[in-house]
């Protein structure tokens, strides 16, 4: 088994398993054999991260990081974690880690159109509080722009309503926030909380903006990874953004 891909999950499972289905979807292969070999770790006793950073919650890392070590022994070779706000701690699981990593908010910045200015970001508090996007988008010279004040509290709202598994509240209360952003300039939305990818799901078509989605960004670049490990021509397919016509 060469060069195993591991995915640190179970922040939430449904994207874990949406992770382990854009690898499957993604990855150019005319039968089994040719599909990445993954090893996913969902176990969903991992601490609450927003809870952790904004009100002095239990730590999650010790957990990211026995469970990190657990997909090593495993015979992982390259580590990603469908999670962003988790990569808050990216840095120091990375200096523990004897796999390779990749980290999901360079992943998804590479995806931007260059000629994309003013950039949304549907996230979680804590994503939003500790900067992860923030700091790399200055870096870049971009604008950011963020739901505002209940604005932001219908987002956490609706990421809580689709792990708890109510789709129709969670998008009822995301679509106008994603509406918010695009009226006041966002021309192109990182979805960068997992599960946002899937409140909005087929619903893209219905704004008139562009998305970036974080999961599939990080799927996209450690099929790279593989492929360059292998030899292989790198066959992945360039991002599909929502039409905004």
Not at 134 to 155: F, I, M, N, W
Request: some cysteine; charged content about 15%; overall charge negative.
């Amino acid at each position: 088994m060469q060069h195993t891909i591991g995915i640190l999950g179970g922040m939430g499972p449904a994207a874990t398993a949406d992770m382990l289905n854009k690898f499957v979807r993604f990855r150019h292969a005319g039968q089994d054999q040719q599909h990445i070999p993954i090893i996913a770790c969902s176990i969903p006793d991992i601490p609450d991260r927003s809870a952790c950073l904004l009100s002095g919650g239990p730590s999650p890392y010790d957990y990211l990081e026995r469970y990190l070590h657990m997909l090593e022994t495993a015979g992982a070779e390259c580590i990603v974690i469908p999670c962003n706000t988790a990569h808050y701690w990216f840095d120091r699981l990375q200096h523990s880690a004897h796999a390779e990593m990749i980290n999901i908010l360079d992943a998804t910045l590479a995806e931007l159109p260059h000629a994309s200015q003013t950039v949304g970001l549907l996230a979680t508090d804590a994503t939003l509080a500790t900067g992860l996007y923030q700091h790399k988008l200055d870096q870049q010279g971009r604008t950011l722009c963020v739901p505002e004040g209940d604005g932001q509290s219908a987002v956490m709202q609706a990421i809580y309503a689709y792990k708890a598994g109510d789709i129709a509240l969670s998008q009822a209360l995301l679509f106008p926030q994603v509406e918010a952003l695009i009226t006041r300039g966002a021309d192109i939305i990182i979805m960068g909380c997992t599960e946002i990818p899937l409140i909005i799901g087929a619903e893209e078509a219905r704004f008139n903006c562009g998305f970036i989605d974080s999961t599939a960004a990080l799927v996209r670049a450690a099929i790279r990874w593989y492929e360059a490990k292998n030899g292989e021509t790198v066959l992945n397919a360039q991002p599909e953004l929502a039409s905004m016509e």
